[in-house]
Structure formats: structure tokens, C-alpha cells
């Protein structure tokens, strides 16, 4: 599988996993999650996957400051209904990396590891998510502005030529480099831009 270069270069995320710890899928159920794994989720790379990305990202980090997060044990909460816009694509990636599972989640093993019924929407809130730790009650709410990263000049000209059905081989490339550029952008020089990535305090 061939991907752009700067996926090698988007921080990861490390989980400590007690389920998959007990269970002996990973060493001192540590795992760590890279970028690549949320656009094989997603099946392609774009602003709102990146956005859950660093969402995900930045709320983790600030509930467990000097920490390694603890997944299946953090609730996930969207403001708008699953099936608007891109909240469903929003929420696939932050359940990937912290677990969290609507309906048809894991159910645990003896009480324990339940991953089921952390993942809701329309819940009322200022942010577009929220994370809350189940074992303090610690939440912190995140919203994505993907206008913090100026969407390239030439990228609305470069789609609709790409998307026309008489597109050639080379303008679609075009069009693709321009988009993920504006992709890295976001992960790479915005990682950490608080106007990209916005906590509602």
C-alpha cells in the first residue's frame, strides 16, 4: 500500500488496553495508533478524518496529562445525530482509538471491559465532542476549525476538473496532491494550533 509520505510523520496515539492486556493481544496492553490506521477506517484521507484525528488527539491529551490513556474506559459523546454530515465518519475514528462503541459494542467479560453504549449522540454541548474519563468524571469538549488551515487557492478548480467525466489521468494526480496537501497541513503544521483544534473550556 502506497501512501503520501507525511502519514509517516502524523504524532500517533498511544492506548494502554486492559481487555486486550488480559487477553494477550498486545504487551502491557499498549497500542499504538497512527494516522494510516484512521484513513484505512475511513478508506480515505481528508479534513474531517484529520480533524477526528487531532480531536481525538488533543481531548486524550488533556485528560491524561503526562499519561497514557486508558481505552474502553473513556466515554465519546457527539452533539449532532450520526447521520449528519460527517459526524458518522467523526466518531468511527475516536471509537477506534479509545474504544468506545455504541449499540453493538463488546459487552465485557465478567462485568468488566464493556465497551458498549460509550459512544452517543445528540447530546447537548458547547463543543463538537466530548471525552469524559469514566474513572474521574474529567470531561473536556473539542471542536474542529478546519478554516485555521487555509484551504489551497486552486483546490475548487483542480476538484471539478477532476471529477468531470472527461478527467485524464493527470489532472486527477493534481487535484489528489493538492488535497492532501492541504491535509498535511492540518497534521503537520497545525498539529498543535489551538485555532485549528478548539477546546471549549
Excluded at 492506548?15 to 497500542?31: E, K, N, P, T, V
Aim: glycine fraction near 8%.
Amino acid at each position: 500500500m502506497q501512501t503520501p509520505a507525511f502519514f509517516d510523520q502524523v504524532p500517533t496515539i498511544v492506548m494502554q488496553d486492559a481487555l486486550a492486556q488480559i487477553l494477550g493481544a498486545a504487551q502491557d496492553g499498549l497500542i499504538e495508533y497512527r494516522y494510516l490506521d484512521a484513513v484505512k477506517l475511513a478508506g480515505h484521507s481528508c479534513p474531517t478524518v484529520a480533524g477526528a484525528w487531532l480531536m481525538t488527539r488533543t481531548a486524550l491529551a488533556r485528560l491524561y496529562p503526562g499519561q497514557t490513556p486508558r481505552r474502553g474506559e473513556v466515554m465519546v459523546a457527539m452533539r449532532e445525530p450520526q447521520e449528519a454530515g460527517v459526524v458518522g465518519v467523526i466518531a468511527s475514528v475516536a471509537g477506534l482509538v479509545t474504544g468506545a462503541a455504541g449499540n453493538g459494542g463488546f459487552n465485557g467479560l465478567a462485568g468488566r471491559y464493556t465497551r458498549r453504549k460509550l459512544l452517543t449522540f445528540e447530546v447537548p454541548m458547547r463543543g463538537e465532542m466530548r471525552f469524559t474519563r469514566q474513572d474521574t468524571g474529567q470531561s473536556v469538549e473539542v471542536s474542529h476549525h478546519p478554516q485555521a488551515a487555509p484551504r489551497p487557492p486552486e483546490l475548487r478548480q483542480q476538484m471539478q476538473a477532476a471529477l468531470a467525466p472527461e478527467s485524464d489521468r493527470a489532472q486527477r494526480d493534481a487535484f489528489a496532491i493538492t488535497w492532501q496537501g492541504w491535509v498535511r497541513a492540518m497534521l503537520i503544521d497545525h498539529a498543535d494550533d489551538p485555532a485549528l483544534i478548539r477546546v471549549e473550556d
